[in-house]
């Protein structure tokens, strides 16, 4: 027994040191990836504002390196691999195309030489370890449906000196949208006041159904006026009309977004929102049953009379940061001028879409 006892101690220690070494190895392997996707995150993040170098991309990474516990002045060239390019989510490949219009960050961590212990008894002194992460700027590979309800009420005829603001400013930003939304994008166009003979009351008009074809709902923009149709401000109405509209229409898996605009106060109530209800609260009311379809809805509040409050609550801007279909809401104050480009970035960040950034290795 204790001869067999000897053997087995051999063998249960040398078990144990393996075990002990492994999970040395298993825990330097796991701080090096999470330096490595930190550090590829944050490279992504500031890529992502567009007016870096690549050397403040590159010395950003390396600060997060730093931050994990790693010196990056100790690796060699080998061991340290930062590179700009492309992922492409279909063959999950990255391309290394370079920093110039570079959408997504590559960094590769080696680390050699890191001691063992137990282990050197079997002649094992050291091991190597590496990790590998690359981050995309826009990790939303889905294609959106998109619908633009815009005021055509009276007030839209005129602003001050100038009678052809607020109009020509919001035909020209929302034309700019169609301009910079992704090929695989969809837009429509929803207008309100228009009477509707079978309903009764002014409510909100579809002037085209969301389309990839964004040539034909920018020159319908185009022939918009003040009181196109009728000159109140349903704002309810717009948003049940383009928001059921999009509901119906939309292809499947898409994201939904409708963009709400108005330059005043609703002064209009939308069935069935209308005994009890004030016209604000029946905008919101149904701004709560579109966004239940889960359709985003971002809201533009423009000029010093607008309600910048209803509209809050029209893009729901008191929902969690976390929950998907929390909307922007635009208020836009000023003269002429200082709307009309406030109008121009509002409409441009939104046919653009939401840069995130993610891992996606």
């Not at 960094?107 to 995309?136: P, Q």
Request: proline share 2%.
């Amino acid at each position: 027994m204790a001869v067999l006892f000897a053997m087995l101690l051999v063998v249960v220690l040398g078990m144990i040191a393996l075990g002990v070494d492994t999970g040395v190895v298993m825990v330097r392997r796991a701080e090096l990836q999470r330096s490595a996707d930190a550090a590829t995150l944050a490279a992504a993040s500031v890529l992502a504002q567009g007016d870096l170098t690549e050397a403040e991309v590159v010395a950003e990474a390396i600060s997060f390196l730093s931050a994990n516990g790693m010196d990056p002045d100790e690796l060699d060239e080998d061991e340290l691999t930062i590179q700009f390019g492309a992922w492409d989510a279909d063959t999950h490949s990255f391309s290394n195309d370079g920093f110039a219009n570079a959408s997504a960050v590559r960094i590769a961590v080696e680390m050699s030489g890191n001691e063992l212990f137990f282990s050197r008894v079997f002649g094992a002194n050291t091991h190597d370890v590496s990790a590998e992460a690359i981050a995309v700027t826009n990790s939303t590979g889905v294609p959106r449906d998109i619908m633009v309800v815009i005021d055509c009420s009276g007030s839209m005829d005129s602003d001050d000196d100038d009678p052809e603001q607020p109009m020509t400013a919001v035909k020209d930003a929302a034309q700019l949208l169609c301009d910079v939304v992704r090929s695989d994008d969809r837009v429509g166009l929803t207008v309100y006041n228009c009477e509707d003979p079978e309903l009764g009351y002014d409510t909100g008009k579809v002037e085209i159904a969301p389309t990839s074809t964004v040539q034909f709902v920018k020159t319908r923009i185009n022939d918009l006026t003040a009181a196109f149709y009728t000159g109140g401000t349903n704002i309810a109405g717009g948003i049940r009309v383009g928001g059921q509209t999009l509901d119906a229409t939309a292809r499947a898996d898409v994201e939904k977004l409708l963009v709400v605009l108005t330059d005043g106060k609703a002064n209009r109530k939308e069935p069935p929102y209308q005994s009890g209800y004030s016209a604000k609260a029946s905008a919101i009311a149904w701004a709560n049953d579109i966004r239940a379809l889960g359709i985003r809805i971002d809201a533009i509040s423009l000029g010093d009379n607008a309600d910048h409050n209803t509209m809050a609550q029209v893009a729901g801007t008191a929902l969690s940061d976390d929950d998907p279909v929390k909307g922007k809401h635009y208020a836009i104050e000023g003269d002429i001028q200082q709307y009309t480009d406030a109008l121009q970035e509002a409409f441009q960040e939104i046919g653009q879409g939401t840069r995130r950034v993610a891992l996606v290795r």
